[in-house]
Structure formats: structure tokens, C-alpha cells
């Protein structure tokens, strides 16, 4: 079984930068879409940002101009560049991916990865 396997995240100050990443843990057979939600405590998941096979991407009003979302095709492995983070931020970020299989494609969630900002 295929999982999605995060990383990058961590502990940061006000006004810092940090890099997720979300890569497939064996072979796959393509992933049509990707995308990063978050959650905080107390709080729903929320979308962050997405991206499609044909590079076209979505952010949420509260990311936009921070934040930037890509994708590595070759290697089926998401980025989340997060600039300029704020305390509002914090929150354990999971990887979303929709692998392409022959009949059809299946959902799959990282396991999360906690990124904290604070002084």
C-alpha cells in the first residue's frame, strides 16, 4: 500500500520561511491532483493551497502572495513553500493526493506534519 509521506515541517518565528514536502512512498501510476489542508486545534481542516497536472494552482485568500504551492511530475511530490509565516499559521499541515490508477483513481492523505510559528 502506497502512503504519502510528508516533511519539512517544524518550529519557525514570525516572519520566517519553511518548505513542505509530500512524496509517494513507493510507485505510483501518476497523480492528478494535489493539495495541502491544515488544522488547527479547535478548528476544521481547512484548504491551503492546490495544484493540478497542468500546473494550475489555488490558494486560500489567507496564503495568497505567501505561500506557494508546486509539483515535481517526475517524482509525483508536492512542495509547499510557506514565506513570511505568521502565529495564525500553526497548525499540523497534511498532504492530499489524487493517484491515478487504470479504472480510476484513488484518495490519499499524509499522516501530517506539525508546522509552529512563534517568537
Known amino acids: 500500500q502506497v502512503q504519502f509521506v510528508e516533511s519539512g515541517g517544524g518550529l519557525v518565528e514570525p516572519g520566517g520561511s519553511l518548505t513542505l514536502s509530500c512524496a509517494p512512498s513507493?510507485?505510483?501510476?501518476?497523480?492528478?491532483?494535489m493539495r495541502w489542508f491544515r488544522q488547527a486545534p479547535g478548528k476544521e481542516r481547512e484548504l491551503v493551497a492546490g495544484?493540478?497536472?497542468?500546473?494550475?494552482?489555488t490558494y486560500a485568500d489567507s496564503v495568497k502572495g505567501r505561500f506557494t504551492i508546486s509539483r515535481d511530475n517526475a517524482k509525483n511530490t508536492v512542495y509547499l513553500q510557506m514565506n513570511n509565516l505568521k502565529p495564525e499559521d500553526t497548525a499540523t499541515y497534511y498532504c492530499?493526493?489524487?493517484?491515478?490508477?487504470?479504472?480510476?483513481?484513488?484518495?490519499?492523505w499524509g499522516q501530517g506534519t506539525q508546522v509552529t510559528v512563534s517568537s
Open positions: 513507493g510507485m505510483i501510476l501518476g497523480v492528478a491532483a
Open positions: 492530499y493526493a489524487r493517484v491515478v490508477r487504470f479504472g480510476g483513481s484513488d484518495e490519499y
Open positions: 495544484v493540478i497536472a497542468g500546473g494550475e494552482t
